[in-house]
C-alpha cells in the first residue's frame, strides 16, 4: 500500500525548465538552474527568497558547489568554475563542440567528483554519455544512453542509481566502477531527477506524469507525491535538517491552455516526507 502525500509550492516565479536543486549547508542556501533561461540562482528556503543570480550566455544544466562557496556550472557543452568573486574560468570541455548533445543532470560522488550526463538535441538515441570530472579530464562511465538524468548514491557510497528517461529506466552499480544493471521501469512518465534519503530510499520525479515516487533501495513503491504541476523535474532534501524535500517542476513544452489548467507550473515546490536526506558532498577541486 502507498502512502500519498502534500506538496506546497513556495515560490513565486515560474521557470520554464527549473532543475537541479542542491542544499548547501555551510552557506544555508538552496541552488538551482533554469537551463534554458542560462540561468543559476541561490536563496533562502523558509522564508523562500533569491539572494543570487548567474546568467550565463546559453544554457546552465547543472551546478555543483566547493566548500568555499565557488560553484560548478555545467554549460551546454563545457563546466565552468564560478569564484566567489563571479570570476569565471573554464574546467573542461566534456563535448564536442556542435555535437548535438548538450549537457544535462550532474552530481557530486561521495569522494567530491562530478559527474554529469548528456542528452541528443537532434533525434540520435543510444549514443550519450555519462562522464566523470576527474583531474579535468572526463572518464566515461556510460556511451549509450537515450537520455542522461538523475543520478543519487546508496547511503554507504558504494552503490550508484542513474537514470536513462528515455528508456524510463532506472538502473544501478557498484561504485565506482560496477557493472550497470537494470533496477525498475518507470511508467506513466518519464523519470528525471533524483536523491536518496538516510534509509536508502530512492525518490524519483517523473515528469509527465505530474509526482514523485519514493522507491525501496529494491524498486518497490512506497509514496507517491501528486502535485499540481505535471512536469516536475528534480528533488533534493534541504534545510538544517534535511527534511524538506524540494521539488523542481518546468513549463518548457507547456501550451496555453496546460498552463492555464496548471498555473503553479515552473514553480518550485516543498514537502514534509517524514525522512530525512542525506548531505549533498562538496565537489573538490582538486580532483
Known amino acids: 500500500m502507498t502512502t500519498t502525500l502534500d506538496v506546497t509550492p513556495i515560490s513565486t516565479d515560474r521557470y520554464e525548465l527549473g532543475e537541479g536543486p542542491l542544499w548547501d549547508p555551510e552557506r544555508q542556501r538552496l541552488l538551482w538552474v533554469d537551463i534554458l533561461a542560462g540561468k543559476?540562482?541561490?536563496?533562502?528556503?523558509?522564508?523562500?527568497?533569491?539572494?543570487?543570480?548567474?546568467?550565463?550566455?546559453?544554457?546552465?544544466?547543472a551546478v555543483a558547489v566547493a566548500a568555499d562557496g565557488s560553484l560548478l556550472v555545467a554549460e551546454r557543452e563545457t563546466l565552468t568554475r564560478v569564484d566567489l568573486a563571479g570570476g569565471r574560468t573554464p574546467v573542461a570541455r566534456v563535448l564536442p563542440a556542435g555535437c548535438g548533445s548538450r549537457l544535462n543532470d550532474g552530481a557530486v560522488d561521495p569522494s567530491g567528483r562530478f559527474l554529469v550526463g548528456s542528452m541528443a538535441l537532434d533525434g540520435r538515441t543510444g549514443e550519450e554519455v555519462l562522464v566523470r570530472l576527474e583531474n579535468g579530464d572526463c572518464t566515461t562511465l556510460d556511451d549509450d544512453l537515450t537520455l542522461s538524468n538523475?543520478?543519487?548514491?546508496?547511503?554507504?557510497?558504494?552503490?550508484?542509481?542513474s537514470i536513462d528517461s528515455v528508456a524510463q529506466a532506472v538502473r544501478v552499480r557498484d561504485y565506482p566502477?560496477?557493472?550497470?544493471?537494470?533496477?525498475?521501469?518507470?511508467?506513466g512518465g518519464l523519470p528525471d531527477g533524483m536523491c536518496t534519503d538516510r534509509d536508502g530510499n530512492l525518490w524519483i520525479a517523473v515528469h509527465g506524469g505530474g509526482r514523485v515516487e519514493c522507491r525501496s533501495p529494491g524498486g518497490t513503491l512506497f509514496g507517491v507525491i501528486e502535485l499540481p504541476?505535471?512536469?516536475?523535474?528534480?528533488?533534493?532534501?534541504?534545510?538544517?535538517?534535511?527534511?524538506?524535500?524540494?521539488?523542481?517542476?518546468?513549463?518548457?513544452?507547456?501550451?496555453?491552455?496546460?498552463?492555464?489548467?496548471?498555473?503553479d507550473s515552473g514553480r518550485i515546490f516543498t514537502a514534509r516526507v517524514g525522512v530525512t536526506g542525506l548531505p549533498t558532498p562538496y565537489w573538490n577541486p582538486a580532483l
Do not use: K
Open 40 to 61: 543559476v540562482f541561490a536563496g533562502r528556503l523558509e522564508p523562500f527568497e533569491v539572494t543570487d543570480t548567474w546568467s550565463f550566455d546559453d544554457l546552465a544544466t
Open 150 to 161: 538523475g543520478l543519487a548514491w546508496t547511503p554507504d557510497g558504494y552503490g550508484l542509481y
Open 177 to 187: 566502477d560496477g557493472e550497470r544493471n537494470d533496477l525498475l521501469t518507470i511508467t
Open 229 to 263: 504541476a505535471p512536469r516536475p523535474t528534480s528533488v533534493a532534501f534541504a534545510g538544517p535538517g534535511l527534511d524538506i524535500l524540494v521539488i523542481t517542476t518546468a513549463t518548457e513544452g507547456m501550451s496555453p491552455d496546460d498552463l492555464a489548467a496548471h498555473p
